[in-house]
C-alpha cells in the first residue's frame, strides 16, 4: 500500500492542504504543458484508449471526452479500465494506449501498459511524479507535477489530470479551442475564486454526513464528477455514495430516494426547466437536496468557466464536503479507514 511518512491524526488532515493548493498545483502542471503538442504525445494512430483505476480512471473518462470532441472524426478515442486491458479484452495493434496515474504504481494500470505494448501498441504515460514505474512501461511520460498528494483521497492529482486532459484537447482542437486556451491560463484564478465555498460547504456537510447515503448528480461531463465525487465521500468516511447523470437517477434510483438520503445537484447554466422539475421530485420523495454550481439559482455558486474546465472547478467544493463529512463522522479522510484491522488486511494485499 502507498505509505506516508508522519501521518496526521487530527484536523487539518493532508487531504486539506492538498484541496487548498490546487490553484498552485494546476498553475505547475500549466507550466509544465507550455510548449508540449499533443501529436508528438500521442503519435499517428487512429485509435486511442486512455486507462486508469480508480480516480485516474475519472480522469481517463474526462480525458477521452474532451480529446474526441477536439480531434472529432480523424481518431477514435475511448476510456477503458485498466482490468480490462490488463486482464480482458486486451488493445488493438494499432493503437495508442495512455496510462492515467498520480504516483505512476498503480500495479493494475502498469499491467495493462505492459500487455499494450507486447501487442506492438504504442504506450504513454500521463503521471503526476518523476521517476515512477509508468515511465518505465511506456515508450513515452508526460510528467505533470512534482508533489505526492499526500491524502489516500486524492484531489490535487485529479484537477492536475483533468487541467492536463484540456490542455492537450486544447493543442490538438487549433483554432475553434482558442477560447479553451484562453480560459485555462486563468484556470488557476478561478479555483482560487472556487475555494470560498468552504464555509459553506462545511456547514451542509453535517447534514449530509448524519444521512444514510448520498446521491450526486451532474450532467455533460459533470457526470463524471459526480462520480468522482461519490468516490471520495466512500474513501473519506464509508458514508454508501452513488453518482449519476442528471436524468439517469429518474431510470431506476430515484425509487429508493427517501428521508434518509441527501442529493448534492450541479447545475450548471445550461441546465434548466428539465433539471429544476428533477430536483422538485427528489425532493417530494423526501430527499434533502442541495444544487452547487455556476447556475444563477444555485445555493452555493461557483465561479464560471468554459464548459470544457467546468469539472476542474466543480469538483472542489465535493472535494470539500467529503473532507468535513469525514470529520463529523470522526474519520480520519486521508487513510481509507486503514486504522480498522479488517480493512487494512483486506486492502494491503491488492494494493502490493
Same mark, same amino acid.
Given at each position: 500500500m502507498v505509505s506516508f511518512p508522519h501521518p496526521r491524526d487530527r484536523p487539518p488532515f493532508y487531504m486539506h492542504d492538498m484541496i487548498r493548493g490546487q490553484p498552485h498545483y494546476v498553475a505547475e502542471t500549466l507550466g509544465r504543458l507550455e510548449g508540449l503538442r499533443a501529436d508528438d504525445m500521442l503519435g499517428r494512430n487512429r485509435n486511442i484508449v486512455i486507462t486508469g483505476c480508480g480516480t485516474s480512471f475519472h480522469s481517463a473518462m474526462y480525458g477521452a471526452e474532451v480529446l474526441q470532441e477536439a480531434f472529432g472524426t480523424s481518431k477514435v478515442?475511448?476510456? #477503458?479500465?485498466?482490468? @480490462?486491458?490488463?486482464?480482458?479484452?486486451? %488493445? /488493438?495493434?494499432?493503437? %495508442? #494506449?495512455?496510462?492515467? +496515474?498520480?504516483s505512476g504504481s498503480t500495479s493494475t494500470t502498469n499491467l495493462a501498459l505492459r500487455r499494450a505494448s507486447r501487442v506492438g501498441a504504442r504506450t504513454v504515460?500521463?503521471?503526476?511524479? /518523476?521517476?515512477? @514505474?509508468?515511465?518505465?512501461? %511506456?515508450?513515452?511520460?508526460?510528467v505533470i507535477g512534482s508533489v505526492h498528494d499526500r491524502s489516500w483521497a486524492n484531489t490535487m492529482s485529479y484537477t492536475t489530470q483533468l487541467a492536463a486532459f484540456a490542455a492537450l484537447a486544447a493543442d490538438v482542437g487549433g483554432a475553434s479551442w482558442a477560447g479553451v486556451r484562453r480560459a485555462l491560463r486563468g484556470l488557476p484564478r478561478v479555483l482560487a475564486r472556487a475555494l470560498k465555498c468552504e464555509g459553506a460547504i462545511r456547514r451542509i456537510a453535517a447534514t449530509v454526513a448524519r444521512r444514510d447515503r448520498v446521491t450526486f448528480l451532474g450532467s455533460g461531463l459533470d457526470a463524471i464528477t459526480a462520480l468522482e465525487a461519490a468516490l471520495k465521500i466512500r474513501e473519506t468516511c464509508s458514508l454508501p455514495a452513488s453518482g449519476y447523470h442528471t436524468e439517469q437517477v429518474l431510470h431506476g434510483p430515484c425509487l429508493s430516494v427517501d428521508r434518509r438520503e441527501s442529493v448534492v445537484m450541479l447545475r450548471s447554466r445550461d441546465d434548466g426547466a428539465r433539471a429544476e422539475a428533477i430536483r422538485k421530485s427528489l425532493v417530494r420523495f423526501g430527499a434533502r437536496v442541495t444544487t452547487i454550481g455556476e447556475a444563477p439559482d444555485a445555493e452555493i455558486?461557483? /465561479? +464560471? %468557466? #468554459?464548459? #470544457?474546465?467546468r469539472p476542474i472547478v466543480s469538483i472542489v467544493p465535493l472535494q470539500f464536503l467529503a473532507y468535513y463529512s469525514a470529520l463529523e463522522r470522526r474519520a480520519n479522510p486521508d487513510i481509507m479507514r486503514t486504522d480498522i484491522p479488517r480493512y487494512r488486511a483486506g486492502l494491503e494485499p491488492l494494493f502490493h
Amino acid at each position: 500500500m502507498v505509505s506516508f511518512p508522519h501521518p496526521r491524526d487530527r484536523p487539518p488532515f493532508y487531504m486539506h492542504d492538498m484541496i487548498r493548493g490546487q490553484p498552485h498545483y494546476v498553475a505547475e502542471t500549466l507550466g509544465r504543458l507550455e510548449g508540449l503538442r499533443a501529436d508528438d504525445m500521442l503519435g499517428r494512430n487512429r485509435n486511442i484508449v486512455i486507462t486508469g483505476c480508480g480516480t485516474s480512471f475519472h480522469s481517463a473518462m474526462y480525458g477521452a471526452e474532451v480529446l474526441q470532441e477536439a480531434f472529432g472524426t480523424s481518431k477514435v478515442v475511448r476510456a #477503458v479500465h485498466a482490468y @480490462d486491458l490488463a486482464y480482458g479484452v486486451g %488493445t /488493438p495493434r494499432r493503437s %495508442t #494506449v495512455l496510462g492515467v +496515474s498520480h504516483s505512476g504504481s498503480t500495479s493494475t494500470t502498469n499491467l495493462a501498459l505492459r500487455r499494450a505494448s507486447r501487442v506492438g501498441a504504442r504506450t504513454v504515460g500521463l503521471c503526476g511524479l /518523476p521517476g515512477s @514505474d509508468m515511465e518505465r512501461e %511506456t515508450s513515452r511520460s508526460l510528467v505533470i507535477g512534482s508533489v505526492h498528494d499526500r491524502s489516500w483521497a486524492n484531489t490535487m492529482s485529479y484537477t492536475t489530470q483533468l487541467a492536463a486532459f484540456a490542455a492537450l484537447a486544447a493543442d490538438v482542437g487549433g483554432a475553434s479551442w482558442a477560447g479553451v486556451r484562453r480560459a485555462l491560463r486563468g484556470l488557476p484564478r478561478v479555483l482560487a475564486r472556487a475555494l470560498k465555498c468552504e464555509g459553506a460547504i462545511r456547514r451542509i456537510a453535517a447534514t449530509v454526513a448524519r444521512r444514510d447515503r448520498v446521491t450526486f448528480l451532474g450532467s455533460g461531463l459533470d457526470a463524471i464528477t459526480a462520480l468522482e465525487a461519490a468516490l471520495k465521500i466512500r474513501e473519506t468516511c464509508s458514508l454508501p455514495a452513488s453518482g449519476y447523470h442528471t436524468e439517469q437517477v429518474l431510470h431506476g434510483p430515484c425509487l429508493s430516494v427517501d428521508r434518509r438520503e441527501s442529493v448534492v445537484m450541479l447545475r450548471s447554466r445550461d441546465d434548466g426547466a428539465r433539471a429544476e422539475a428533477i430536483r422538485k421530485s427528489l425532493v417530494r420523495f423526501g430527499a434533502r437536496v442541495t444544487t452547487i454550481g455556476e447556475a444563477p439559482d444555485a445555493e452555493i455558486r461557483l /465561479p +464560471s %468557466t #468554459v464548459r #470544457v474546465l467546468r469539472p476542474i472547478v466543480s469538483i472542489v467544493p465535493l472535494q470539500f464536503l467529503a473532507y468535513y463529512s469525514a470529520l463529523e463522522r470522526r474519520a480520519n479522510p486521508d487513510i481509507m479507514r486503514t486504522d480498522i484491522p479488517r480493512y487494512r488486511a483486506g486492502l494491503e494485499p491488492l494494493f502490493h
